[in-house]
C-alpha cells in the first residue's frame, strides 16, 4: 500500500517571501500522479497542482510550484511571493494510475501560517 | 465554483437522533467518497462509491451508512448520532473512467456537532 508522508506539521512564512513544503511518499508503482491540496480555513479543499509521475518537467501554477524528485520518491510544494490567503492546510496526495477505481491517499497535512 | 454541494453545512444535533447528511454532484462524476476530518485535519476514507447501486467502505471504520441510488447523489446517514461522531465531513467525487489523473473535487464540509 502506498503512503504519504508530510513530515512538517506547521510552516510559518512572511508575506511576499517563499516557502516550501515537503511531501515523501513510498509506492513500488512506477506511473501515478501526485497532488497538492489547499484547505483554507472553514472553506472547500481545491486542488492547487497537480503532476504526472511520467513527465520529469516539474509542474507549475503561477506561483505554486513543485519540485519532483521521482527517484528519491520526493514531492515538494513551493510558493513564491506569499500571500495571506496562501494561509491555509496544505495536503500532499498520491494517486495510482493503474486499476480502475483508483483512491487517493493523503498525507496528514501541513499548516501554513503567513506573517505581516 | 463548487459543483459537488453539501447541506447542511453545519448541523448541531442531539444525541440519539438520525440524520442524513447531504452530497450531490452535476459534473456526471461516477467514482464519490465520505472522508472525516477531525481537528488535527488528518482525512480518513469512511465510504466510497464507483457507481449506483455500488457502496464500499473505506479505511476508517464508521458508523455510518450510504447509499447511491443515483449517480448524482451520495448521502451520509446516521441511525443513532453520538458525541463521538463529532467531526466534519466532506465529500468528493472523481471522474469517470481509469486513470485519476484529475483527482478529486471536494464539497464544502458538513460540520456535524453531537450534544
Known amino acids: 500500500a502506498q503512503t504519504v508522508t508530510q513530515s512538517q506539521p506547521e510552516m510559518s512564512v512572511q508575506e511576499a517571501e517563499t516557502v516550501t513544503l515537503s511531501c515523501t511518499y513510498d509506492t513500488s508503482e512506477s506511473d501515478y500522479y501526485l497532488f497538492w491540496y489547499k484547505q483554507p480555513p472553514s472553506r472547500q479543499m481545491i486542488l492547487v497542482i497537480r503532476?504526472?509521475?511520467?513527465?520529469?518537467q516539474n509542474a507549475t501554477e503561477n506561483r505554486f510550484s513543485v519540485n519532483f524528485q521521482k527517484a528519491a520518491k520526493s514531492f515538494s510544494l513551493k510558493i513564491s511571493d506569499s500571500q495571506l490567503g496562501d494561509a491555509a492546510m496544505y495536503f500532499c496526495a498520491y494517486r495510482s494510475r493503474l486499476g480502475w477505481g483508483n483512491k487517493l491517499t493523503f498525507g496528514t497535512g501541513t499548516q501554513l501560517k503567513v506573517e505581516l | 465554483e463548487a459543483d459537488i454541494y453539501q447541506t447542511p453545512r453545519y448541523l448541531v444535533i442531539g444525541t440519539g437522533k438520525k440524520i442524513t447528511l447531504e452530497c450531490s454532484q452535476t459534473?456526471?462524476?461516477?467514482?464519490m467518497y465520505w472522508y472525516q476530518q477531525d481537528p488535527g485535519m488528518e482525512l480518513h476514507l469512511i465510504h466510497y462509491s464507483y457507481g449506483v447501486n455500488s457502496t464500499e467502505k473505506g479505511d476508517l471504520s464508521s458508523e455510518s451508512t450510504v447509499s447511491r441510488i443515483r449517480t448524482e447523489h451520495f448521502p451520509l446517514t446516521l441511525e443513532s448520532a453520538r458525541p463521538s461522531h463529532t467531526s466534519q465531513y466532506l465529500c468528493a467525487s472523481s471522474e469517470p473512467g481509469q486513470g485519476g489523473r484529475y483527482g478529486y473535487t471536494f464539497g464544502s464540509g458538513t460540520r456535524l456537532t453531537v450534544v
Open positions: 459534473m456526471g462524476h461516477d467514482k
Open positions: 503532476q504526472e509521475a511520467y513527465k520529469q
